[in-house]
């Protein structure tokens, strides 16, 4: 089974600290991403990696970023955390497509980060 | 811009029937298609994926593509109370590894 693992399920922080997410998969996938949860606004993209030390925007990578030193490790960094940060943070990881695969992703357990 | 289309719901159906979910998606150039079920305050968890047209199943579900309509559905048949969950229909586009998200169905079985 693909096991996506995240380090913290809930999380509270202050304005302006710097916030760390960690994510880890442990089935050797070459993609990994990190999305944002809002009610009504669904699921979007922050980053996405396809390989260490790559990485891509996706559709809302205003006020993070993102570090990719090992394959199996993906981290999301909030510079200063703003209130509007606030939010279910959920990573995952898929395969890139072949004979077996066709690119579908596997969630971590989420993060719920509460800014005060 | 790509998009995935789901109605929000909720879609209510009693223990036993068929729900019926539906999802359509604006690029033609979408391969691969996944359906993923939500529990309130967990992440998706896929079920299933289709690629080719016609259907596919998989126990009690049933995922229906047709490339022509863009259209995209996913049966759950006997449908149980831990069935309800939100669901989300997702598709990939052929030059990308990313998916798109729809922003889910809620669906509410009641005994």
């Known amino acids: 089974d693909v096991k996506v693992t995240q380090s913290s399920r809930y999380l509270v922080k202050r304005t302006g600290e710097k916030v760390f997410l960690e994510c880890v998969q442990d089935?050797?996938?070459?993609?990994m991403f990190w999305y944002r949860q809002d009610p009504g606004l669904g699921l979007r993209l922050i980053y996405f990696?396809?390989?260490?030390?790559?990485?891509e925007k996706g559709d809302i990578p205003e006020g993070y970023s993102v570090s990719r030193e090992k394959k199996e490790r993906f981290s999301l960094i909030l510079e200063s955390a703003s209130t509007n940060q606030t939010s279910m943070y959920l990573c995952?990881?898929?395969?890139?497509?072949?004979?077996?695969?066709?690119?579908?992703?596997?969630f971590g357990p989420g993060t719920r980060l509460t800014v005060l | 811009q790509k998009e995935v289309e789901q109605n929000s719901g909720p879609l209510s159906v009693p223990e036993g029937a068929i729900a019926s979910l539906n999802c359509t998606y604006s690029?033609?150039?979408?391969?691969?298609f996944f359906w993923y079920r939500q529990y309130s305050g967990k992440s998706p968890e896929l079920i299933m994926f289709?690629?080719?047209?016609g259907d596919k199943e998989d126990g009690r579900f049933t995922a229906q593509l047709n490339k022509a309509s863009q259209y995209v559905s996913l049966l759950i048949r006997d449908s149980q109370p831990s069935d309800s969950a939100t669901y989300l229909c997702?598709?990939?586009?052929?030059?990308?590894?990313?998916?798109?998200f729809g922003t889910g169905t809620r669906l509410q079985v009641f005994p």
């Open positions: 995952a990881s898929s395969p890139q497509p072949g004979l077996a695969s066709h690119n579908e992703q596997f």
């Open positions: 089935m050797d996938h070459e993609n």
């Open positions: 990696s396809y390989d260490v030390k790559m990485k």
């Open positions: 690029d033609r150039g979408s391969q691969s």
């Open positions: 289709i690629y080719s047209n």
């Open positions: 997702a598709s990939r586009s052929y030059n990308t590894d990313k998916l798109i």
